[in-house]
């Protein structure tokens, strides 16, 4: 089954400890994004990835970090987390960066609580 | 002004009302434009895409107003299985600026018996 994984879906953690949210698409595909989601605010996209080794900032990518060294990984990484990072984490992937018009595929998101 | 705007709602009709939910962009060169809907606390969903000729599956229908830069969306006949967040979604050209989607803050939708 076509699918994008992220884990876990849920933590509660203290500032200042690191903390790594995975995602792993199974779908060959180039593209990989990071978004935040956020009451009032929608859906803002942290970094994305065109394809291997290719990372760029997104939106709102202070205090976050991602690598991309295979196709299928691109973890979500919070140096020092904070509580202002409280929020609903989605990792997303499509074929490619350039065709936008394909479909964009959601993985069931990541509940995180920064106390 | 946010790139994409909606109207946040929430709109709350009854069972088999025809309902409509409208979008602006502000992004004249934005190229590609979708409708995805989103169930409390669930990951978001590709509902349709948004065709210049206006397209329609089933009971959605949707429309695009370049000239405007303005998107809507048209459900009839709603199901209350049709309760959900929609989000309208705007993506700039290919090239050096990619793909990028942009997202509306989601207009809430609750249908009711």
């Known amino acids: 089954e076509a699918q994008v994984t992220q884990n876990p879906r849920y933590l509660i953690t203290v500032t200042g400890k690191k903390l790594t949210v995975t995602c792993s698409q199974n779908?060959?595909?180039?593209?990989m994004s990071w978004y935040r989601q956020d009451p009032g605010l929608g859906l803002r996209q942290i970094y994305y990835?065109?394809?291997?080794?290719?990372?760029d900032k997104g939106d709102v990518p202070e205090g976050y970090k991602v690598s991309r060294k295979e196709k299928r990984n691109f973890p979500l990484i919070l140096e020092s987390p904070s509580p202002n990072q409280t929020s609903l984490y989605f990792c997303?992937?499509?074929?490619?960066?350039?065709?936008?018009?394909?479909?964009?595929?959601f993985g069931d998101g990541t509940r995180l609580s920064i106390l | 002004r946010k790139e994409v705007e909606q109207d946040p709602g929430p709109f709350n009709v009854p069972e088999g009302a025809t309902v409509a939910f409208n979008c602006t962009y502000s992004?004249?060169?934005?190229?590609?434009f979708f409708w995805y809907r989103q169930d409390c606390r669930k990951e978001p969903k590709l509902l349709m895409s948004?065709?210049?000729s206006g397209n329609e599956d089933g009971r959605f229908t949707a429309q695009l107003n370049r000239a405007s830069q303005y998107i809507s969306l048209l459900i009839r006949d709603s199901k209350l299985s049709d309760s959900a967040t929609y989000l309208c979604?705007?993506?700039?050209?290919?090239?050096?600026?990619?793909?990028?989607?942009?997202f509306g803050q989601g207009t809430i939708l609750t249908v009711h018996p």
């Open positions: 779908m060959n595909h180039e593209y």
């Open positions: 997303a992937s499509r074929l490619t960066g350039e065709e936008a018009n394909q479909p964009q595929h």
């Open positions: 948004v065709y210049s």
């Open positions: 990835s065109m394809n291997v080794e290719v990372t």
């Open positions: 992004n004249s060169a934005s190229q590609s």
């Open positions: 979604v705007v993506a700039n050209a290919g090239g050096t600026s990619y793909g990028k989607l942009t």
